[in-house]
């Protein structure tokens, strides 16, 4: 084992996020509820590439683990400011690679269970079709502004007869009827959406902010297109950071959003409107370099942890 700064600070191996408590959806009571879905529908080409990412990105959070109290510079202070204001950890969803419809009936009711009880949900993915179920879960409970932090936009209707997999998530989402407005974040290069899938995008409302673009203007231009006051999920994809602080990823382009890009747009939006749920998705543990890309992800989900404690508190 190679010594690291985590293990002198009495860092210990975890099966939860930062080694925070256990919990059931059907007794949460817990201010956010952290939930791995390791898939939902996955390709028949890649299958579940990302199933191990909750486990990772969870591992690599056991070095903080330790020092949750400490100061964390990124937020100001602790994770957590408040002793009454935590959260706990419903470990991994089952799945099935053959069973995608109850993968997805497991994610959107799990998640339904925690903001029923008028909790925060922090979904751990996974691929990128995980976030369709999350949003699902939040019918009736709108309106609501969708921030999606990505390289690829996601508006293809179907891929090979599968309209619910990855390539489908913001179209997906524009469907339905709690989502109110669209802010997508951080497009580069080529992915799977053609002309008139942008077109599509386009005509619907979507507010893009390129990855070109946020290196121009810097991150307010999307924070000051996020409504004051209204309800947000926000949905990260991996990719959208820079392959070099992200390797872990299924599709590495350069030109990505660097780690203090993403931070200020996160940190920008629930200063602007409070965070109804979170997901991160897209990490590939297989790719990742030295675990790099995990820790990455943990730092995001620490930020964002904090992000909701505070506006809980």
Not at 286 to 293: E, F, M, N, P, S
Request: proline share 7%; with cysteine; hydrophobic share 45%.
């Amino acid at each position: 084992m190679q010594p690291n700064a985590g293990t002198l600070f009495g860092a210990k191996v975890t099966d939860t996020f930062l080694g925070l408590p256990t919990a059931a959806a059907a007794e949460f009571d817990w201010a956010v509820g952290i939930v791995g879905a390791p898939a939902a529908t996955p390709y028949p080409s890649v299958g579940a590439y990302c199933a191990a990412a909750p486990m990772a990105i969870r591992a690599a959070s056991a070095a903080y683990a330790a020092n949750v109290a400490h100061m964390d510079f990124d937020l100001g202070g602790p994770i957590f400011p408040s002793d009454s204001v935590g959260a706990a950890d419903l470990g991994d969803l089952a799945y099935e690679e053959a069973e995608p419809a109850k993968n997805r009936d497991r994610i959107r009711d799990t998640v339904r269970a925690i903001v029923e009880r008028g909790a925060v949900p922090v979904v751990i993915g996974g691929d990128d079709s995980v976030p369709i179920p999350v949003f699902q879960a939040f019918a009736g409970h709108g309106p609501l502004t969708l921030v999606q932090i990505d390289a690829h936009i996601d508006w293809r209707d179907e891929v090979a007869g599968e309209r619910l997999g990855l390539s489908s998530t913001m179209r997906r989402a524009s469907e339905m009827a709690q989502i109110e407005r669209i802010i997508q974040v951080g497009q580069r290069g080529i992915g799977s959406a053609r002309v008139s899938d942008f077109e599509d995008a386009r005509r619907y409302g979507v507010r893009f902010v390129p990855a070109s673009a946020l290196d121009g203007s810097g991150t307010d231009s999307v924070v000051e297109l996020v409504p004051k006051g209204r309800p947000v999920i926000i949905d990260f994809d991996c990719d959208a950071l820079d392959p070099a602080i992200m390797p872990g990823v299924i599709a590495p382009t350069p030109g990505g959003l660097s780690y203090w890009q993403a931070i200020r747009i996160l940190h920008g939006v629930a200063a602007r409107a409070p965070v109804a749920a979170f997901s991160l998705v897209e990490f590939m543990p297989q790719r990742d370099i030295a675990g790099l890309g995990a820790q990455t992800a943990a730092r995001i989900l620490c930020n964002v942890l904090g992000l909701i404690a505070r506006q809980k508190g």
